[in-house]
């Protein structure tokens, strides 16, 4: 996932080259795709577009390296899914409108796991759903998004034990949770 010559492709972006956005999308966009649709995203892609715009328009503000980029990414993205579940919560979805009618965003989750067989992946998905709202963010963006404890504190705008906790919680819920699915099947 590295992009080789970083800094010169987020410059390269700054300036305007449409390649060098393409060589910033086509390593993350998977990723956020991924982090939004195991999160419940009602219209995933258009969320991550949404992510993508908010970058070519902060960009010029942005300052670091990869990890500091995918940091910031993530917690674009988080903020968005957050806003995007207040609007939500505010408004109670309407059944005859042809937007909503029919979504199911649980359904949306599989592309995260395409690696694994289809059984493995919908048990994987199940034991998801059984954790936290917090324990899902911190498990997806330790694993999905790879970031380093200290980014996850940051994007979640808890503090680093917290982020231990909630991961070594939600952890131990999948461990229970996928055992039982094992002894299960």
């Not at 080259?17 to 060589?23: I, L, Q, S």
């Not at 999160?39 to 328009?57: N, Q, S, Y």
């Not at 796991?113 to 759903?129: K, V």
């Amino acid at each position: 996932m590295p992009i080789p010559h970083f800094p010169e492709v987020v410059d390269a972006a700054r300036q305007g080259d449409g390649r060098a956005y393409e060589t910033l999308y086509r390593a993350y966009a998977a990723r956020v795709l991924g982090y939004a649709r195991c999160r419940g995203a009602t219209d995933p892609e258009d969320l991550v577009g949404e992510v993508f715009l908010a970058v070519v328009r902060g960009l010029g503000r942005f300052e670091g390296d990869e990890l500091a980029f995918r940091a910031w990414l993530f917690t674009i993205a988080h903020h968005r899914l957050v806003a995007q579940h207040r609007h939500r919560v505010r408004r109670a979805e309407d059944a005859t409108d042809p937007a909503t009618f029919g979504s199911d965003a649980k359904e949306a989750a599989p592309d995260v796991f395409a690696d694994l067989d289809p059984i493995a992946s919908a048990r994987l998905r199940g034991a998801l759903a059984t954790l936290t709202s917090e324990q899902r963010d911190v498990v997806l963006l330790r694993i999905v998004a790879d970031l380093p404890l200290a980014e996850v504190a940051s994007a979640l705008g808890k503090a680093e034990g917290a982020v231990k906790m909630l991961q070594r919680r939600a952890l131990a819920s999948l461990g229970r949770e996928l055992s039982r699915d094992a002894t299960r099947a």
